[in-house]
């Protein structure tokens, strides 16, 4: 069966915006969407912020494979509710691709636990970006680097957990260096983050950028069963022990008690 | 000058607990304040739950190397403003020590990005702690192994992330295995995890255990700058890049602005 | 197409010791690759030490996907050309399963970088597997944990590099822990070592056992083409830079010429 | 007691080249070691190729804290019994910072287990380094960035394993980035790789590189005693078991016997 793929967009800037109206007449998801639909082994769709929900029922995420986070203008907007609930589906396997500006998202935050704050510099530089890890599933079809003549700079210090792995690193005409592309685990759910995307310029068209976001759709999926009971923490008690023992000493608990949260 | 520590405590079975009442006069965070002023190095203060701001205000965190962490009955009541304060502070440099229980604690939850469950047994069993990475700071003075004659099992999987380092693992009479001493970093904050220390066992009294903490103490204090900044996306404009650029194409931003959130 | 993998055997105490000989009538690659040819997706034949170029010759190295080494007897033996060939492979994506006493086979300590040392104990006491990662590939198909009624003991200090991950903790009748399951990345391959298979009980026959090695081969396979070209160092010339610069200041090296080793 | 340093120097160039004679008088060894004495903390002298077993006895490795490595034209040269020594001191919990070219030392690459090629250009053109890790004990008394005018171009894909941090990435005139600063741990010891340092530019001179020189030698120098019997695998016989168990089943080897190599 094919990986089914929500793209979340904000939406803002795609409705709003003359020049991204201009780029993605059916706004950035729209397009990503597309770019990930043309691999016969991916079925996208899209989820917008103003939808109910944002667009992410937990009928809908339960049955999400690998979802796409793109946001900008607006991420205090989103529900904390629908936060909590997209990163328990992450820890149960749910792959997630987190774009661009959704280095300050709700949901990218949470699951790194750092700030995720970077340096920025809007002034359509040119951004060339290389493979570090060649073998990566990734970083299939691309050559040794690939150039993005109009970007927005993201510059280090990128205040994030040390990765999985660096699978990009970019260099920018400006003077700066930013690690483009880091993979993550948490729980049983995989994490990409790719920094190019800025919203006035066509970057998601880009053939090398698609190339990279359904590679990491495809490295994303996790086949196993969700681990729905990931969150829990279940008492075993003595006379279920595997190996014999015999309780000892005092006791917090009485028989049978959920443990404190 | 001595590492400036403040050793939290949750401090409600520490009263209301016969058992750890008779155990732990001063209160678990007494015990343990206790044993981090035996090293010279070290000048170690409590702070309790029920104090305003739960002990830990910005100006005194802002002066605290590294917080040791001990909650159980009500995670829950822990301030998220606090929390949020904590993290920061963890993130410019402050060290982190999470106690046994505090696995569940807002705090660590918010650093790891995981859900930080596992599975647990309050039988009075015995636990053998074995030393895998010898060389560690944290093992230093310790024996390639050491027992706790009683503790509460706590059991794999334990869902965080993968460590920088695992420094223990634990094994029961029970069966059961645990990573019980982990080591992480955020921002410029060290974290350490440490399982022992349940709170009807005097295991804040093991010399083993009290010299973990020390060690512990010691490897997590970061005597760089603190990073305040650190939460900051500072924009860093066209005419003062460090090669010369010109700016290209269309912005979003209009000069000065700051970055969105 | 399917997996191509190679079962390489020392096959000495397969032939030599009479308890193995009735265990493995044909060695324990065989037993090994016949649990791997249940699955459909693989095709696994075997290679032994006893044969010419230990029968991995470059030609059959190159059309494998993944190899399975398990040595004990005569690592010395090893010839030293063939480990380094097959190194080479490793880093151009070729897949390694290090399984038991391979621990302190040339390979792995090649690959490691460490001594790869451990404790042990031969006294056919019980293992019990825990599976830490739940929604690793390498587990899936496993309950929570698994037993092996007779085992080799492992215990740690394990001198081995942090891993990528740690999939499988064990836990020993006799007090130890091992951390049995452990994935690495060294260039484009991956390795994944495997601590039960000790030759005098008939582990490699056990239904979870061999789930672990199907689930590790289809993981260890990188579909990606091989890099051969991993261990060059190739010069950029000033004239060929991707952004114009002049050559500045003396240099040591003439053009054309290849770098130092 | 201050940091026992030996600074090793290939000691080819610097005494047949005429710019590099011209650059570094006493060696490029020579200035590095000055430029570490000019800490109190630190004491240290050189050793270069020439000398018998290359100025690295058993005896002087083991009072030595931190070695640096400094190897271009004849990496092949060096012995490869005092390479097993050294990487056993590393194991030990020697720290060893290696320097620019000795990326294709034997050290390295044994340490490593992976082929450490890069791609490279001799054209004296501007590196511009960046700190990722800003709270890195390396990184302290840095600017954000800092330059060296003229520099070696070292590109990636650089082919070592992921590192433990990520502390330095450079960005250069031509167009390429590398990560120039990396972090690994090998047994007790901790490495440090610092990629500039060209020996026809003055690089070691430069005030930048002489801090990241001290703060690494104090990163890398453990305290704790040397893991001398860390190659050591030491059976722990049954009746010297943790926990009491019986001796079941066959066995291969006989009491008191040495495990395989």
Same mark, same amino acid.
């Given at each position: 069966?094919?990986?089914?793929?929500?793209?979340?967009?904000? %939406?803002?800037?795609?409705?709003? %915006?003359?020049?991204?109206?201009?780029?993605?007449?059916?706004?950035?998801?729209?397009?990503?969407? !597309?770019?990930?639909?043309?691999?016969?082994?991916?079925?996208?769709?899209?989820?917008?912020?103003?939808?109910?929900?944002?667009?992410?029922?937990?009928?809908?995420?339960?049955?999400?494979?690998?979802?796409?986070? /793109?946001?900008?203008?607006?991420?205090?907007?989103?529900?904390?509710?629908?936060?909590?609930?997209?990163?328990?589906?992450?820890?149960?396997?749910?792959?997630?691709?987190?774009?661009?500006?959704?280095?300050?998202?709700?949901?990218?935050?949470?699951?790194?636990?750092?700030?995720?704050?970077?340096?920025?510099?809007?002034?359509?530089?040119?951004?060339?970006?290389?493979?570090? %890890?060649?073998?990566?599933?990734?970083?299939?079809?691309?050559?040794?680097?690939?150039?993005?003549?109009?970007?927005?700079?993201?510059?280090?210090?990128?205040?994030?957990?040390?990765?999985?792995?660096?699978?990009?690193?970019? /260099?920018?005409?400006?003077?700066?260096?930013?690690?483009?592309?880091?993979?993550?685990?948490?729980?049983?759910?995989?994490?990409?983050?790719?920094?190019?995307?800025?919203?006035?310029?066509?970057?998601?068209?880009?053939? %090398?950028?698609?190339?990279?976001?359904?590679?990491?759709?495809?490295?994303?999926?996790?086949?196993?069963?969700?681990?729905?009971?990931?969150?829990?923490?279940?008492?075993?008690?003595?006379?279920?022990?595997?190996?014999?023992?015999?309780?000892?000493?005092?006791?917090?608990?009485? !028989?049978?008690?959920?443990?404190?949260?």
């Amino acid at each position: 069966m094919a990986i089914q793929v929500v793209v979340w967009g904000e %939406n803002i800037h795609d409705r709003e %915006n003359e020049v991204v109206r201009d780029l993605y007449p059916n706004g950035m998801h729209g397009t990503i969407a !597309d770019a990930l639909n043309q691999d016969a082994g991916i079925e996208a769709t899209t989820a917008t912020m103003e939808q109910p929900e944002h667009g992410l029922s937990e009928e809908r995420l339960a049955r999400t494979d690998v979802l796409t986070w /793109w946001g900008h203008r607006d991420h205090g907007g989103v529900d904390d509710a629908v936060v909590e609930r997209v990163a328990q589906r992450v820890w149960e396997g749910m792959g997630l691709l987190v774009l661009h500006s959704g280095h300050f998202s709700k949901i990218f935050k949470k699951l790194m636990g750092t700030p995720c704050s970077l340096t920025w510099r809007e002034a359509g530089e040119k951004e060339r970006i290389w493979v570090i %890890n060649r073998g990566h599933p990734i970083a299939q079809g691309l050559d040794s680097h690939f150039v993005i003549p109009q970007t927005e700079m993201y510059g280090e210090p990128f205040a994030v957990p040390e990765p999985m792995e660096t699978v990009f690193i970019s /260099w920018y005409d400006g003077g700066e260096v930013f690690r483009s592309g880091l993979t993550y685990q948490r729980g049983a759910g995989r994490i990409f983050y790719f920094s190019p995307g800025h919203e006035v310029y066509p970057i998601y068209t880009d053939a %090398n950028v698609q190339t990279v976001l359904r590679n990491a759709v495809k490295w994303a999926a996790n086949p196993a069963p969700a681990l729905t009971d990931i969150s829990d923490a279940p008492n075993r008690p003595t006379d279920k022990a595997l190996e014999p023992i015999v309780e000892r000493g005092p006791t917090l608990h009485v !028989d049978g008690e959920i443990g404190f949260r």
